[in-house]
């Protein structure tokens, strides 16, 4: 059985703290589960330039480590007859696209893919109207395909959970928010987990900060006028995070993150809560769909349904990944995967966006790595 021993915790705690020593970001958060058990939890820095200590109960911006939530809201769904993977998304959504069209095509395996062919929009630009679910239905009606559905790979960055969101709303009855919190965050008490703020609590999440490549939190100007700095003032901003992004603006802790991924990782079932059933956890950690430059991303990606699977070269799941691995990444060096033969759960979070995605893939990548070889001793 696999196991981490306290010199493991040790080592994995100095390779955390490492990263904060040096300036990456203010704070950040590590978590592990191990066989059903929260084997590491390591909270350290600030909650921003000015914030108070970071500790393992301190909420964080996921970003698309948000995705995976909503998606299990979907599997859900399907699991309970409400809908098939291989329905056109107009079975359950009329007004989404005209008869004949090749947007009638789109299927919910489409969506859950990165297939679907409408990865981007001007929607993506208008934070305005983030918070306007009215408004979000009718940019997804009114959107066209760039790619025909389910022949190119290409991350759908905020239409996923647009889509997905919809989806779950016709399907269910409930905003997506409420649904995924009353049967995913709530029977697996993730209690610091949410889908946005809500209208009544505090905004107790940490505050981001964007820096250029290769600069430090520490260094005087940090940051200023570069897209990452862009990105943290945007997400920072109050109507953006109580709005209900489900592709973007999930707030949680490590801790809550890696008990999701050792539920998904145990076929579905953690301390006797059953969320997914084991062939559908089966069928959405398979690779579905595989690609050497991305549409959107440019660069290798492969994708299961609502999470990217493991095994490419130089990918945030650690230089030793499997392709059974699954996980998913969010902007900030976010990340959670869960690896069904060791039967672990992973999360990392910070609060600092870096200018290029690849220092991201690297500091995440050798904190992966440190905890697989620990578990592999």
Avoid at 111 to 131: I, K, M, R
Avoid at 165 to 175: F, T
Avoid at 190 to 208: K, N, Q, Y
Wanted: aromatic share 10%.
């Amino acid at each position: 059985m696999a196991r981490l021993t306290d010199g493991d915790r040790e080592r994995l705690r100095a390779a955390f703290d490492r990263q904060l020593a040096v300036g990456l970001h203010h704070g950040a958060q590590l978590a592990v589960y191990v066989d059903g058990e929260l084997a590491a939890n390591f909270a350290g820095g600030t909650s921003g330039p000015d914030g108070g200590e970071t500790t393992s109960e301190t909420r964080h911006l996921l970003f698309s480590c948000t995705k995976p939530y909503a998606g299990v809201g979907l599997h859900q769904l399907v699991e309970r007859g409400e809908a098939d993977y291989d329905d056109a998304v107009v079975e359950h959504w009329p007004e989404f696209a005209d008869a004949g069209t090749t947007k009638s095509e789109i299927t919910l395996r489409h969506v859950l893919s990165h297939t679907a062919g409408v990865p981007y929009g001007e929607f993506d630009d208008a934070a305005e109207q983030w918070g306007d679910w009215d408004a979000v239905v009718r940019a997804m009606e009114e959107i066209e395909p760039v790619f025909d559905p389910g022949e190119t790979p290409a991350y759908h960055t905020f239409n996923y959970g647009w889509l997905v969101g919809e989806l779950v709303r016709r399907l269910s009855g409930q905003h997506v928010d409420e649904f995924v919190a009353e049967n995913v965050f709530e029977p697996l008490g993730m209690e610091r987990t949410s889908i946005g703020l809500g209208p009544e609590e505090d905004d107790d999440v940490a505050t981001l900060s964007g820096f250029e490549a290769f600069d430090r939190c520490r260094d005087p100007g940090e940051g200023l006028g570069v897209p990452a700095a862009e990105s943290a003032e945007a997400f920072n901003a109050e109507a953006v995070r109580r709005a209900v992004i489900p592709a973007a603006n999930g707030v949680g802790t490590a801790a809550d993150m890696a008990r999701f991924y050792a539920c998904i990782a145990n076929g579905g079932q953690l301390d006797g809560t059953r969320v997914l059933d084991s062939e559908t956890v089966a069928e959405a950690t398979r690779t579905h769909a595989e690609t050497d430059s991305d549409g959107t991303l440019s660069r290798p990606a492969r994708y299961g349904l609502g999470f990217w699977t493991g095994g490419l070269a130089n990918d945030m799941f650690g230089s030793l990944s499997r392709e059974r691995m699954f996980g998913h990444a969010g902007l900030g060096s976010v990340f959670g995967w869960g690896d069904p033969e060791l039967n672990v759960g992973f999360a990392y979070v910070t609060n600092g966006i870096r200018e290029e995605s690849w220092e991201h893939a690297a500091r995440v990548a050798g904190l992966s790595d440190a905890v697989r070889l620990a578990l592999a001793e």
